[in-house]
């Protein structure tokens, strides 16, 4: 008996026997899907990095613990707050699985050992195949294509005809994207009851034979978690949802996303933005801070308090407050309420006349009748002049990057109907040249997530820039001393931004400190001998999604163009980077915002309200250093009144302070006509400007 005894189980004298006998099957009831103890993780092993791995092989989220439950009694929907160069997508990728972690034991998936998961789908036991990610920015967010057959020219989603390639929402959902599918992937069985349960719940039934290409913002959305719900993970995790959405669509997502987590079939877990209005049904929360570190965590409320957490993510998507508060004396760029615009008898640059666009029978934009000065007009009628600032405003879906892409003649049927852009028409006509592809492109410049999807990824920081000069993006700029240098400026403006490695670099050895200012709260630091060298090595794919956003912002302004268009330019970018680009677009290097101040501001909580001091960034421009502004010589203006301005978005903070004009246009099908109308400063210090630009009741 003697030797067995090592074998034999120890029973705890403290313990009471009865329990033991269930103990296994309710640990396995409540035993958490993910749970990380004090671990640090890296993406590559530090000792194969050398001694220098610290710079190069950072650590990841050091000495992080957190615990998804697969049950509670009181539920938890967890959301990760955090901004673009936080690392939201890094730390869903290592609730997935990836990155090394030590020590190795301080990660595992107790949930997915179970019998439970075993009986319901042994796949699920891999965590990779439980939690599946859902990304909507970045290499993530480009579109439905999958395999080799992504669009290859920016055009091809507003033709007519059919391509081989131009699979159908159902062909998406049902994985057969590829133009030679294997054998096992034709004879795969659908799994049609859950295949018509996913459609309808996410409201695709109208969708499944449109062409994937043709989908709206919103509509992408829902078809690509659609697509994840077909595998039945166990938790979702789905990365900044609602960027690019209009708010009727943000809260009918959010509502969906709620009924699947109160469902928790599956869990859900959103990642958004600091400026990102948070839903009610969140109930705990993850505050990513700098270095790729977690700051706070917790149920939602006492990490919303906390110091340095951004006050813009306690909005909630259901919550009013239309139109209260003091509103500012002037724009966040500096910009005096009840400014006029900077004029509206300017040449005509854009001259739509009873627009129509259709596909067969089904009208996407200019589908009304209306009076115009005691005539009757059918279809959308809009003139833009040198010098006006321009909102379009819309749902998604309404035609607003149709309406855009007529502009940029990248539509093919911008040469038929009757649009004339600089005075001419699209095709030649009797005693009226026409105006080529070319010469728009050189009077356009033009921002949008179509241009970030095509653009070619391989290309430099620098070269990117550079193409704004170029007839494609791939064909050799034209340039000359005078662009070469102002190229320089603009990458000495936005480096903190667009070098990844800038801030490794000390400031006394990657400068020559002529002056230092803040500008979008990052500390600068300009000099005359400040190079440029790491643009050549530094590739655009190699950027985060914000800084890729901010290049193409740069290229669509670098030419100063007759005509800038901003489709969503500041989607994807924090509140410090956006309002860095809003200052930029509209004073150029000759302005730059003051440095933060301590203010004490009240915080509500669950039961009462905390003051606490905080910095906050005052609503104060200042003039630009003398010894910081003249870089080589170059002095960058803002938008000049020469220049036209069409911005394209969905949140208020994103219209510039430029903005006096806009127009809404009707969600498609309803036959209700485009609304014009004026503003008499600033969008943000209108009382009820955005509610009435959307049609919301005060």
């Known amino acids: 008996m003697r030797k067995y005894a090592s074998v034999l189980p120890r029973v705890n004298p403290r313990v009471n026997p009865q329990r033991l ?24 092993h530090p000792t194969a990095t050398g001694p220098d791995h610290a710079r190069t092989n950072p650590p990841i989220f050091p000495n992080l613990t957190f615990e998804l439950p697969s049950s509670s009694r009181e539920t938890q929907h967890w959301c990760v707050i955090g901004s673009s160069s936080t690392g939201k997508t890094t730390f869903f990728e290592i609730l997935r699985g990836q990155h090394l972690c030590f020590p190795p034991t301080a990660r595992s ?3 997915l050992s179970s019998p439970d998961i075993e009986r319901k789908d042994h796949r699920l036991r891999s965590s990779f195949r439980a939690i599946q990610y859902v990304g909507f920015a970045g290499k993530h967010g480009g579109g439905l294509r999958g395999g080799n057959t992504a669009g290859s020219y920016l055009s091809a989603r507003y033709e007519s005809r059919r391509e081989a390639t131009d699979f159908t929402v159902l062909d998406y959902l049902k994985g057969n994207i590829e133009l030679n599918p294997s ?60 960027m690019g959405l209009d708010p009727p669509t943000i809260k009918a997502i959010s509502l969906l996303l709620h009924r699947l987590a109160e469902a928790q079939e599956p869990r859900i877990l959103l990642s958004l933005r600091p400026q990102d209005p948070l839903p009610t049904w969140i109930t705990h929360v993850v505050c990513l801070g700098p270095g ?17 957490v951004g006050t813009a993510a306690r909005n909630d998507i259901n919550a009013g407050n239309l139109g209260a508060g003091k509103l500012p004396l002037s724009s966040r760029e500096g910009l005096p309420q009840r400014v006029e615009s900077a004029g509206s008898e300017g040449e005509p640059i854009v001259e739509m006349r009873d627009i129509r666009v259709s596909y067969g029978n089904k009208v996407v934009l200019g589908n009304w009748q209306e009076i115009i000065d005691g005539e009757q007009r059918q279809g959308f009628n809009w003139t833009v002049r040198r010098g006006q600032r321009w909102v379009v405003c819309g749902l998604n879906g309404s035609g607003k990057t149709t309406l855009l892409s007529l502009i940029c003649s990248d539509h093919p049927q911008s040469y038929s109907l009757p649009i004339r852009l600089f005075s001419h028409p699209r095709l030649p006509q009797p005693g009226t040249p026409g105006i080529s592809i070319f010469d728009l492109q050189s009077r356009i410049g033009h921002s949008s997530p179509e241009t970030h999807n095509f653009f070619p990824k391989h290309l430099s920081v620098r070269r990117c820039i550079e193409s704004a000069w170029s007839d494609t993006f791939l064909s050799p700029p034209s340039l000359t001393y005078e662009r070469d240098v102002r190229v320089d400026t603009y990458l000495k403006w936005f480096e903190p ?41 530094v590739r655009f794919a190699d950027l985060p999604f914000s800084a890729q ?47 933060p101040v301590q203010k004490r501001i009240s915080l509500p909580t669950t039961t009462t309200t905390t003051t606490t001091t905080r910095k906050s960034w005052r609503r104060r421009v200042l003039d630009t250093p003398p010894e910081v502004l003249d870089l080589e010589g170059v002095r960058v203006e803002g938008l000049s009144r020469e220049q036209a301005l069409i911005v394209v978005s969905h949140v208020k903070e994103e219209v510039p302070g430029l903005v006096r004009d806009w127009v809404y246009l009707p969600e498609a099908g309803t036959g209700e006509k485009a609304r014009f109308g004026h503003l008499e400063g600033p969008l943000e210090g209108v009382r009820g400007g955005w509610e009435k630009i959307w049609g919301i009741a005060e």
């Open 497 to 537: 931004e667009l070098n990844p490695a800038y801030t490794l670099i000390p400031p006394s050895s990657r400068r020559i400190q002529a002056g230092s200012v803040y500008n979008g709260g990052q500390l600068l630091y300009l000099g005359r001998n400040t190079a440029t060298d790491w643009a050549e090595n």
């Open 183 to 242: 054998s096992e992937a034709l004879t795969k069985p659908d799994e049609d009851a859950n295949l018509h349960k996913v459609i309808h719940d996410l409201n695709l039934e109208g969708l499944v034979d449109m062409p994937v290409a043709n989908l709206s913002n919103g509509q992408t959305r829902r078809a690509k978690i659609a697509k994840a719900l077909l595998d039945k993970p166990e938790v979702l995790l789905l990365d900044e949802p609602f």
């Open 292 to 308: 790729l570190r977690v700051a706070h965590q917790g149920a939602k409320w006492e990490v919303l308090s906390a110091e340095g």
């Open 549 to 595: 956003r901010v290049a193409l912002f740069l290229r669509a302004l670098i030419k100063k163009p007759d005509l800038v268009v901003l489709d969503e330019a500041f989607s994807g970018m924090d509140a410090a980077l956006r309002n860095k680009c809003l200052l930029f677009l509209t004073w150029g290097t000759t302005k730059v915002f003051a440095k």
């Open 21 to 44: 006998r269930f103990a296994s099957s309710d640990r396995l009831a409540t035993d958490p899907i993910v749970t990380i103890d004090n671990a640090t993780f890296y993406r590559q």
């Open 109 to 111: 998936y107790p949930h």
